[in-house]
């Protein structure tokens, strides 16, 4: 459940779109999955990340912008801005003290996706969806 998700922590939902095998492609180019749901391809879903779901890389090709940053004692939660604007968390060890307005690598790590169709999505009939909460018994 959404809201259940959305409750127990830390995180954001991003739009992504299901792609061949259920895998889902962020906004920031890469696949994750596979998605929670038996959506069509093409299907818009909002996929939950969490702070650990991105990991710090100095060496990676992708860089996100820090947009802000709250100290928690051992680590940094920094916000990071997408490409299209939207927004992700996440945790830095402490002695990696990045500035706001600095970019920093990071490479994708989930281990447990969670993502929701879109209710009106129209490339996913939700009545068909066997997952889909309203077709459990």
């Known amino acids: 459940d959404k809201m259940v998700a959305e409750f127990i922590g830390l995180g954001v939902m991003v739009q992504g779109y299901v792609q061949e095998n259920r895998?889902?492609?962020l906004p920031i180019g890469e696949e994750v999955g596979p998605a929670s749901y038996l959506c069509d391809v093409g299907c818009s879903v909002q996929v939950l990340l969490r702070p650990d779901d991105l990991i710090?890389?100095?060496l990676s090709s992708l860089t996100l912008e820090i947009i802000d940053r709250d100290f928690r004692g051992a680590e940094f939660l920094y916000t990071l801005k997408l490409p299209n604007g939207g927004k992700v968390l996440c945790l830095v060890q402490s002695h990696h003290n990045h500035t706001?307005?600095?970019?920093?690598?990071?490479?994708l790590d989930v281990q447990h996706l969670t993502s929701f169709p879109e209710v009106?999505?129209?490339?996913c009939n939700l009545s068909?969806?066997?997952s889909h909460p309203?077709?459990?018994e």
């Open 128 to 130: 068909d969806c066997q």
């Open 23 to 25: 895998m889902v492609l």
């Open 56 to 58: 710090h890389d100095d």
């Open 100 to 107: 706001i307005g600095a970019k920093i690598g990071v490479k």
């Open 120 to 123: 009106d999505c129209g490339a």
């Open 134 to 136: 309203t077709n459990k």
